[in-house]
């Protein structure tokens, strides 16, 4: 089988390539970047001749498709604005597709081509990250626990590392992109930076802060996990210093997506801002633990019951890959394996709840030392 993972020279791509790396089956990666010095330097350096890297421009599509020939999955580890062009390249090339997720607004988008996906005979896997990705999974595999769900609760928390965790872009606008959360059965938006709240995770990385963030979990989980559930909320936390940070940025106008005019140029203080935060050196240090809990809480058998799902994981340092990659490669990586392999059958569009087996994805899971833990959480 080959693969391709476009984006592979970035952080989660790096994660996926050395993942399918260890599978013996996969006869070829194909490392696809429009960064030719960069993916050629990389590929070198991982010394396999299974793998290779092909300059691939995304934004044309002609070049996307003929580069997916002969192709079993193609995993996108580009940014969100990148998502579609390559989703609708898959589609033609009717290649198996695998994304990180499009922040709500973008899946909702993609789900609308299922039927598309469907008539061509190919899969496409949303949101297959960590958050949205794992904690789908995590959601899925709870649910069967309960005869009915009122609520899913989704936290995420960090531990160490220093900068920006990944793509600064996508940070802004986990951000600033107006959160969405299910409420009493309906799709509510609020404002950025609402509902502060402090939970703890697994340790290390214990006690964190965080707040409501825009992402695909409050999307799929109503319409994907069937059981009723009303009430559906995501939170992330980051360091309290790169909240200050960005707050400051807010009032400032650097977010704003509006043009201004400078000596004669036109451009938006976010675009400037997404450019020069992306050229940015990312500091290269290992010490780093991402964390998540999903929480379900729902009846049983005529009782209340109330389920938590967490995981705890650190980098990688056999790969050099730091936790935030290693969350989230490695679970597209695995979902990219089970399209290969065919071990899924239904055509169309996909979040991870709708199409793969939990059960079996977190027993793969665990084989890479990424382990998903259940408890039942008694109240007293």
């Known amino acids: 089988m080959r693969i391709m993972v476009i984006g592979g020279c970035g952080a989660m791509g790096r994660a996926m390539v050395r993942d399918l790396l260890e599978q013996p089956d996969v006869t070829e990666i194909v490392v696809a970047d429009i960064d030719s010095k960069t993916g050629e330097e990389y590929v070198k350096s991982l010394g396999s001749g299974r793998v290779s890297f092909r300059k691939v421009d995304v934004r044309d599509r002609k070049d996307l498709v003929q580069s997916l020939k002969g192709i079993s999955v193609v995993l996108n580890s580009t940014w969100i604005e990148l998502y579609m062009p390559i989703f609708l390249g898959a589609l033609e090339a009717r290649v198996h597709y695998v994304d990180l997720g499009g922040l709500f607004h973008g899946t909702k988008k993609q789900l609308q081509y299922h039927e598309d996906f469907k008539k061509a005979g190919t899969t496409a896997v949303l949101c297959m990250g960590a ?184 980098s990688n340092r056999e790969w050099g890959v730091k936790a935030t990659a290693v969350w989230t490669g490695v679970p597209a990586s695995i979902a990219g394996l089970m399209l290969a392999r065919g071990e899924i059958k239904q055509a169309g569009v996909f979040p991870p709840e709708g199409i793969l087996d939990s059960e079996k994805f977190i027993k793969e899971l665990s084989k890479r030392k990424i382990l998903i833990r259940e408890r039942e959480i008694i109240e007293s």
Request: hydrophobic content about 40%; overall charge neutral; aromatic content about 10%.
């Open 131 to 314: 958050s949205p990705g794992m904690t789908n999974i995590a959601a899925a595999e709870g649910a069967k626990k309960f005869d009915t769900l009122e609520e899913i609760r989704v936290r995420t928390g960090a531990k160490g590392g220093k900068g920006f965790a990944y793509t600064p872009r996508t940070i802004l606008d986990e951000c600033m992109v107006k959160p969405m959360v299910f409420q009493n059965g309906k799709h509510v938006e609020l404002e950025p930076f609402t509902g502060f709240e402090t939970y703890r995770l697994p340790d290390p990385v214990g006690e964190v802060e965080g707040f409501y963030s825009i992402h695909s979990e409050t999307l799929t989980f109503p319409t994907y996990i069937n059981k009723g559930v009303k009430h559906v909320s995501f939170k992330v936390a980051f360091s309290a210093s790169l909240v200050n940070m960005l707050k400051v940025l807010k009032e400032l106008g650097f977010l704003s997506p509006d043009p201004i005019s400078i000596k004669g140029i036109q451009i938006s203080p976010r675009e400037f801002l997404d450019t020069f935060l992306g050229m940015q050196k990312v500091p290269e240090t290992l010490d780093e633990y991402k964390s998540f809990r999903v929480e379900l809480i729902g009846m049983k058998q005529g009782k209340k019951a109330r389920w938590a799902y967490e995981t705890v994981v650190e």
